[in-house]
C-alpha cells in the first residue's frame, strides 16, 4: 500500500513537472507572436484615432506617461505623442471612467493643436450586453459621434448626453455608461490640449505600461 502510495506521487509529481514544462515551452514560443499581435492592434486603435495624414513617425512608439487626476485613474497612463516634419500635431491619450455601470472603462482619445476631438474608441469595459456595450465599436456606432468635435473648455456643456443637455446620444436603459465615456473623455481631452507641448517635450518612456 505505502509502495503504491509513493508510486502514485512520483506519477503525480512527474505529471505537474512535464505539464509546467510545456506551459512554459508554449509561452517562449508565443510570445513574440502575441507581443506582435498586441502592436498591430494598437497601432489601428491609434490610426483610427488620429488620422494618417497628421503624422510621419512610428506613432505606437512615441509613447510617454502621465499622471493626473483628469485621466481618471492615479495610475501613469500612456500617451501617444504624434509629430508631422517634428513637429506635434496630435496627442491619443489613454484615461479611466470609473462610474461605469459595470465597473471602470478604459478609453483613448485623440486630440489635436485646434481642441478639436479627432476620436475616441473603448479599450476594455464589461458593460452589460445588449446595452452598456454599445459603447464598442464591434456592436455599434455610437462613440464614431466624437469625431472630430470641438471641445471648448472644461465645462463645455455640450459634451453631455441628451439626457444632461449635451449632444451625445444615449442608451434606453444604460444612460450611466455613455455619460461615464462622454465624461471621461471630455476631461482627459482637455488636459491634454492644455498640456500638449509639455507632454510632447517629456520622454519616451511607457515600457510595459503600454
Known amino acids: 500500500m505505502i509502495r503504491a502510495m509513493r508510486n502514485n506521487g512520483a506519477i503525480l509529481a512527474l505529471a505537474a513537472l512535464l505539464s509546467t514544462g510545456l506551459v512554459a515551452i508554449t509561452n517562449t514560443l508565443t510570445k513574440d507572436t502575441i507581443a506582435e499581435q498586441e502592436r498591430l492592434q494598437l497601432l489601428q486603435v491609434l490610426n483610427q484615432v488620429i488620422p494618417k495624414d497628421l ?32 513637429q506635434p500635431t496630435a496627442l491619443a ?7 461605469g455601470y459595470n ?8 486630440i489635436d493643436t485646434n481642441n478639436t476631438v479627432l476620436g475616441v474608441r473603448v479599450l476594455k469595459h464589461a458593460e452589460t450586453p445588449g446595452l452598456g456595450d454599445k459603447i464598442d465599436l464591434n456592436v455599434s456606432d455610437w462613440v464614431l459621434s ?10 463645455d456643456k455640450r459634451w453631455a448626453v441628451y439626457k444632461d443637455g449635451g449632444q451625445f446620444d444615449q442608451f ?6 455613455p455619460r461615464a465615456v462622454v465624461n471621461a473623455a471630455r476631461k482627459a481631452a482637455w488636459y491634454a490640449m492644455q498640456n500638449i507641448d ?12 503600454k
Do not use: W
Open 55 to 86: 503624422h510621419d513617425n512610428a506613432l505606437a512608439r512615441q509613447c510617454t506617461l502621465v499622471t493626473n487626476p483628469a485621466l481618471g485613474t492615479d495610475a501613469p497612463m500612456p500617451v501617444y505623442v504624434a509629430t508631422k516634419d517634428g
Open 93 to 99: 491619450i489613454e484615461a479611466i471612467a470609473p462610474d
Open 103 to 110: 465597473g471602470a472603462i478604459k478609453v483613448l482619445v485623440g
Open 146 to 155: 466624437f469625431s472630430d468635435k470641438p471641445l471648448e473648455g472644461a465645462d
Open 172 to 177: 434606453t436603459g444604460a444612460t450611466i455608461t
Open 198 to 209: 509639455t507632454i510632447a517635450r517629456q520622454p519616451l518612456d511607457c515600457g510595459d505600461a
